[in-house]
């Protein structure tokens, strides 16, 4: 039994790591998910409990960048906050309509638009447009990262 459970918490965490990647699929979710299941399973002894710890901070660093990582990126490039919440919404609806491509399009357009109207510098404008961008794919590397680290802990604390 404890082979098919560890089993399915490995595929849980490589469906974790794909889905740090993938719009819409809840990658570190996933991967805690695997995890919690095997060590509930195992009496809650398997992996140890600093491993536990560590994983689980891993795991919501992972969400909060997810999350919150293309705002943060874009009022560090210097966006105003309605710019920002702006480039949210619109990203946010456009992934449904248009997908991942047509919200990072949807994305740059309105911190690009925005920053123009708000200071009437096309070249800032661009600039803000550009961080917000690479924040937002920046997001996606570091949620790959940190489901990969998560799956790696995972496996040295329980092999």
Do not use: C, N
């Amino acid at each position: 039994m404890s082979e098919l459970v560890l089993l399915l918490a490995v595929v849980l965490g490589l469906a974790g790591v794909v889905g740090s990647v993938v719009p819409m699929v809840p990658g570190a979710p996933l991967s805690l998910l695997g995890v919690g299941l095997y060590w509930w399973t195992s009496g809650f002894s398997e992996p140890g409990l600093l491993s536990i710890v560590v994983i689980t901070v891993i795991g919501f660093t992972a969400v909060l960048t997810d999350t919150f990582a293309g705002a943060i990126a874009a009022k560090f490039g210097g966006a105003s906050w309605l710019t920002t919440t702006l480039a949210g919404i619109v990203g946010f609806v456009l992934f449904f309509v248009t997908g991942p491509l047509g919200m990072l399009l949807g994305i740059a357009l309105t911190v690009f638009g925005g920053e123009i109207y708000r200071h009437r510098d096309a070249r800032a404008g661009a600039r803000t447009a550009l961080v917000a961008t690479v924040g937002v794919i920046g997001s996606a590397a570091m949620q790959f990262v940190l489901t990969l680290s998560i799956l790696f802990i995972f496996l040295a604390s329980v092999l």
